[in-house]
């Protein structure tokens, strides 16, 4: 069994064992409830099970304590209300106003309005009419008595308990998991409910990224990591559904049409949506990048997490869905987005992720696209440079070396175009002398490059970086040797999610440094 279909099952039946521990703490108390009484009833000589008492129990003085009760019941039933109220309006003005939705909708709670305000009618009416001789034979003696007393017990022994089960369903993980199977339960029903369904899906996605939202304006980004979390779930879970759709389900028309992701769009990119059938997986990746766009400067977990999950939905999708080729375009626009914004740290992380994209690809055979993501990390890297981020300059030259790494290990048809793409990292459309000079890291990186294709004994490819390399003054050059003979540790010495040092350089290829330089005329004197 898949994990996605584990985390399903475990989902749906997610209801049940609150439940069951309502019951369980209900039975408790009412079990030391009866303990409690049999004590003081032995105490009073009145044996340990005194239920004679019930039964010779005088009806008036019956009437009065069922009088009594009602009262009790009505007061508890204010209190519920109150309280409730109070705990779903904070939590719905906090979250999502779904919350009052989906808490009025749940059995348990419906049960347990019904419950109370039976009990409160029931008593009041024994209470204000049984105060007369029966005409006939009682079936059960004192039964008003027993009811009343069941009833007013129930009610006592259920509040804590339920106040319990209360406060977990309005805790925003569970309100999270319960909007998820919500969308899931409208694709489902969309043969039999049509375009309700779509209406209701559309929703519910809108509901969690409003969820993220409002946790990231409350700096909460537990919260908003789960709503990210719960949006690629259901685009997972969707993806075994889709295929059982009809083509009327994939049109964008009606509500969609109305929608205000798919209103600017220009007609062909809507066009393109409907063939290939993905205004769900665009839905979620455009609620994605606005997500990613509030979380720059703030929660850069966040914005992770969202590059993490573009990631794995393209890379784990049925290639018989297009959903690759949009994760790519949202990869770029997140990087936009951070380069505008300025932060850099985000940048340097979804770069991180959309390399491992590349990679994956470069793993499956698929050379074009490889390259083609190659070609958007250097144009990337070039924008963030002039927008003075040069430290992306040599991020995306050490995620190039390492893809050209994995192409020589496949034998991939991407090699020699990937060594294109990554020797052109450090070419912008205006070098000025200053600009040359922060590049120098970028040039560290080609010679690392440089002692790979020794170790492996690439000839042809040595000749091409030292090629590239030839330009460079003696004294930069040394200072590139100097410093990849220096690093010794393999790891950066602040913690980063990648942990790796790009000044590192194995000792069996440091150990090339020499060969490596020693074709170049100006280090010779």
């Known amino acids: 069994m898949s994990s996605e279909s584990q985390a399903e099952r475990a989902d749906s039946a997610a209801p049940e064992p609150a439940r069951a521990r309502i019951a369980l703490g209900a039975g408790v ?184 939202r409002g946790a990231l304006e409350h700096s909460d980004q537990t919260i908003a990591m789960a709503a990210i979390d719960s949006l690629a779930e259901l685009l997972r879970d969707y993806q075994g559904l889709r295929r059982d759709l009809g083509g009327s389900w994939f049109a964008i028309s009606g509500v969609l049409a109305q929608d205000p992701d798919f209103v600017p769009m220009a007609a062909p990119v809507r066009a393109g949506l409907e063939r290939d059938g993905a205004w769900l997986e665009a839905k979620v990746l455009r609620r994605y990048l606005a997500l990613f766009s509030d979380s720059l400067g703030r929660a850069r977990g966040v914005g992770t997490l969202i590059a993490i999950h573009t990631r794995t939905l393209a890379a784990g999708a049925d290639p018989a869905i297009p959903l690759l080729p949009w994760s790519i375009r949202f990869f770029n626009s997140y990087l936009r987005a951070a380069i505008n914004a300025r932060d850099q740290r985000t940048a340097y992380y979804v770069l991180d992720q959309y390399q491992k994209l590349a990679a994956e690809l470069l793993r499956r055979g698929d050379a074009e696209r490889a390259v083609s993501i190659a070609g958007h990390l250097r144009s990337y890297a070039q924008l963030g440079d002039a927008h003075g981020q040069e430290f992306l300059l040599e991020t995306v030259a050490f995620d190039l070396s390492q893809l050209i790494e994995l192409a020589v290990e496949l034998a991939s048809p991407a090699l020699d175009p990937l060594l294109g793409v990554f020797l052109e990292v450090d070419r912008p459309g205006d070098p000025t002398p200053e600009r040359v000079e922060r590049h120098l890291r970028v040039r560290r990186v080609q010679v690392q490059l440089g002692t790979f294709f020794l170790a492996v004994g690439d000839a042809p490819r040595v000749a091409r970086i030292r090629a590239d390399l030839a330009g460079e003054r003696a004294e930069r050059l040394r200072a590139i040797w100097r410093d990849l003979e220096a690093e010794t540790d393999a790891e950066y010495w602040e913690f980063t999610d990648r942990g790796v040092n790009f000044a590192y350089l194995p000792p069996e290829r440091r150990a090339l440094l020499g060969a490596f330089f020693a074709e170049f005329p100006a280090l010779r004197s």
């Open 29 to 212: 108390l009412f079990a030391v409830s009866v303990a409690a009484f049999s004590l003081v009833a032995w105490l009073e000589g009145f044996g340990a099970w005194p239920i004679a008492l019930f039964a010779a129990a005088e009806t008036r003085g019956s009437l009065g304590a069922i009088s009594d009760a009602a009262q009790v019941i009505a007061g508890l039933l204010a209190i519920a209300i109150t309280v409730v109220a109070i705990v779903i309006e904070l939590a719905a003005n906090r979250y999502t106003h779904r919350i009052t939705e989906l808490f009025v909708r749940e059995p348990v709670n419906i049960a347990a309005a019904c419950f109370y305000v039976l009990a409160t009618v029931l008593c009041i009416w024994i209470s204000a009419t049984f105060d007369v001789a029966a005409p006939g034979p009682a079936p059960l003696p004192n039964a008003a008595l027993w009811v009343s007393l069941v009833l007013a017990t129930g009610c006592l022994v259920f509040l804590l308990p339920y106040f319990a089960y209360v406060f977990a369903f309005v805790s925003p993980l569970a309100v999270i998991r319960r909007i998820r199977e919500q969308g899931l339960a409208a694709v489902r029903a969309y043969p039999e409910r049509g375009e309700r369904s779509r209406y209701e899906l559309l929703d519910c996605v809108e509901e969690l990224a409003d969820i993220g």
